[in-house]
C-alpha cells in the first residue's frame, strides 16, 4: 500500500514527464466579473449577443488601473452565473456558450518582426495594457505597471524555478515552448533597452539545462543565460531569486527596477510575446491538476473560463468519495475551497485536491519554528499575538506588511496553528 505522500510524490513525477494534454472546446466559459484587485465591473455586451476571441467584452476597475475583461471562446453571452474564484470568493461569472468556431475578433492581428522591432516602450506598455496581460505565475499584478517604470534597466529576469510542491506547469512550458519564451524575452530586452536576460530554473532540472543551451543558439541576437538556483521552498520569491542570480540583495519593499532589474514569470513572458504579436488577450493557460484525490494527475493547456469540474473528469475523476479540500494555485500559497465549483482564470497555476484532514489547534509553546522557517526574518508568533490583541502600536513595529504569505510559519508550527491568518490580519490592521 503506497502512503499519501508517496501518492503525491509519484503524481509529480508523472505531471512532469507526460506532454501537456490539451482541453481547449469546453461546451461554456466562465469570465469573472471582478477578482482579488478589482471591485467593479462594467458590461461591454447584452444577453443574447455573440461575441469573437479576443473581443473586450467588459471591464474591471480598480483602485489605480482598469483591467479589460476578453471573451476567450467565441460564441453566445447566455448571462451570469456564481462560483468561485481564485480569490476564494463567490463572484458573479460571465457565462458564454462555446459554438467551437474559434472566431477571432478584428482586435486580434499579426505584427511582422519588424512592426515589433520598431515599437518604443510607450507603445508596448499600450499593448500590455489593452490586452490585460497579468502575472501568470499568480500574483495577478497588471504587468503593464512594471513597464510605466523610468529607471533604467539592465537585467530581465524570467522565473522559472516553480519552486512550490506538485506544481509541474511551467516545467512542461520550458519544455513545450522554448521558442515562445525566446521571443518573449527579445521583445522584453527591447522594451527596456536591456543588455541581458536571465531564465532562473532549478539546477537540478539538466534536460532543460541541456535543451536550453541548443536553443540559445538559435538565437545569437538574444543575450540571455540560464540562473541555475537551488532546490528549495521559497526560492521563486522574486527576492531569493534576485540575489541567487544577480547578488543583489533587496532591501524590503524595495522595487527591482530600483537596481535595474525586471522579472516576469515564464508564462508571463510568453503571454508577452502572444500580446505584441498577435495583439491577443491570455485566452488558453497550462496547468497541473494533481494531489492524492485524483485518478490521473495531468498537465492541461486549458481556455481561460473553464470549469474545473470538466477538468476533473478529464484526469478521470476522483480517487474515491472523499471528502477533498480543493486548492487553487499551490499548496503553500494558493486559496483553499470545500467543493469543485470553481473556474480557471489567467492566475490559476494549478488545482490541487487532497484528502481532507481535520487537525486540532493546540497553544503556542513558544517554539520558534515559524520564526526559523520565515524567509523575510519576521517574528511570526509575536505578530500573532499582537493581532490577537488588536495592538496596533507594537504590529508597526513587527512589520507583518512585509510578510510574502508563503505559508512555511502555518506548516512548520508545531501546534498545528493557522499563523499565517493572524499574520494576514495584521497586514489588515496596520493597514
Given amino acids: 500500500m503506497i502512503s499519501k505522500a508517496k501518492k503525491i510524490s509519484v503524481g509529480k513525477l508523472v505531471t512532469k514527464e507526460?506532454?501537456?494534454?490539451?482541453?481547449?472546446?469546453?461546451?461554456y466559459v466562465y469570465l469573472a466579473t471582478i477578482n482579488a484587485r478589482t471591485k467593479k465591473f462594467e458590461s461591454f455586451i447584452n444577453e443574447g449577443d455573440r461575441c469573437l476571441i479576443g473581443q473586450k467584452i467588459g471591464m474591471r476597475y480598480g483602485d489605480f488601473f482598469e483591467q479589460p475583461i476578453h471573451a476567450t471562446v467565441s460564441g453566445v453571452f447566455v448571462g451570469f452565473e456564481k462560483h468561485y474564484h481564485r480569490s476564494?470568493?463567490?463572484?458573479?461569472?460571465?457565462?458564454?456558450?462555446?459554438?467551437?468556431?474559434?472566431?477571432?475578433?478584428?482586435?486580434?492581428?499579426?505584427?511582422?518582426?519588424?512592426?515589433?522591432?520598431?515599437l518604443n516602450k510607450d507603445e508596448i506598455t499600450n499593448i500590455v495594457k489593452e490586452t490585460a496581460l497579468v502575472g501568470l505565475g499568480g500574483s495577478s499584478f497588471p504587468t503593464y505597471v512594471k513597464f510605466l517604470t523610468n529607471d533604467p534597466i539592465e537585467t530581465i529576469l524570467i522565473n522559472a524555478i516553480e519552486c512550490e510542491p506538485l506544481l509541474?506547469?511551467?516545467?512542461?512550458?520550458?519544455?513545450e515552448y522554448p521558442d515562445r519564451i525566446m521571443k518573449g524575452i527579445k521583445y522584453a530586452l527591447h522594451a527596456f533597452n536591456a543588455k541581458n536576460a536571465i531564465i532562473c530554473l532549478k539546477k537540478k532540472h539538466k534536460d532543460l539545462i541541456e535543451l536550453?543551451?541548443?536553443?540559445?543558439?538559435?538565437?545569437?541576437?538574444?543575450?540571455?543565460?540560464?540562473?541555475?538556483?537551488?532546490?528549495?521552498?521559497?526560492?521563486?520569491w522574486e527576492v531569493?531569486?534576485?540575489?541567487?542570480?544577480?547578488?543583489?540583495?533587496?532591501k524590503p519593499k524595495e522595487l527591482p527596477s530600483r537596481r535595474g532589474i525586471m522579472d516576469f514569470n515564464v508564462s508571463t513572458i510568453v503571454g508577452f510575446y502572444k500580446a505584441l504579436k498577435y495583439n491577443m488577450p491570455v485566452i488558453k493557460r497550462n496547468i497541473t491538476i494533481s494531489g492524492d484525490g485524483i485518478k490521473y494527475p495531468q498537465n492541461l493547456r486549458v481556455r481561460v473560463g473553464t470549469s474545473i469540474k470538466d477538468l476533473i473528469s478529464l484526469c478521470g475523476g476522483y480517487i474515491d468519495e472523499g471528502p477533498f479540500t480543493f486548492i487553487l494555485g499551490g499548496p503553500m500559497m494558493g486559496a483553499s475551497l470545500d467543493n469543485d465549483d470553481a473556474i480557471i482564470s489567467k492566475t490559476v497555476t494549478s488545482i490541487i485536491v487532497l484528502h481532507r484532514q481535520e487537525f486540532k489547534e493546540n497553544p503556542c509553546v513558544r517554539c520558534g519554528s515559524c520564526g526559523?522557517?520565515?524567509?523575510?526574518?519576521?517574528?511570526?508568533?509575536?505578530?500573532?499575538?499582537?493581532?490577537?490583541?488588536?495592538?496596533?502600536?507594537?504590529?508597526?513595529?513587527?512589520?507583518?506588511?512585509?510578510?510574502?504569505?508563503?505559508?512555511?510559519?502555518?506548516?512548520?508550527c508545531t501546534s498545528k496553528i493557522n499563523v499565517l491568518d493572524y499574520v494576514k490580519r495584521a497586514k489588515i490592521l496596520v493597514k
Fill in 240 to 250: 531569493l531569486m534576485i540575489k541567487e542570480a544577480t547578488k543583489i540583495n533587496l
Fill in 212 to 236: 536550453y543551451k541548443e536553443v540559445f543558439k538559435r538565437y545569437p541576437d538574444v543575450n540571455v543565460s540560464l540562473g541555475l538556483m537551488k532546490d528549495f521552498y521559497p526560492q521563486g
Fill in 88 to 118: 476564494g470568493k463567490l463572484v458573479d461569472f460571465i457565462k458564454i456558450k462555446n459554438d467551437k468556431k474559434d472566431e477571432f475578433s478584428p482586435e486580434c492581428f499579426t505584427r511582422s518582426e519588424e512592426e515589433i522591432m520598431q
Fill in 18 to 27: 507526460l506532454p501537456t494534454l490539451r482541453f481547449v472546446d469546453p461546451d
Fill in 168 to 175: 509541474t506547469s511551467d516545467y512542461r512550458i520550458m519544455k
Fill in 372 to 412: 526559523y522557517s520565515c524567509p523575510v526574518g519576521l517574528l511570526p508568533w509575536n505578530i500573532m499575538n499582537a493581532s490577537k490583541a488588536i495592538n496596533r502600536e507594537k504590529l508597526k513595529k513587527l512589520h507583518p506588511e512585509y510578510c510574502i504569505e508563503c505559508g512555511l510559519c502555518s506548516y512548520s
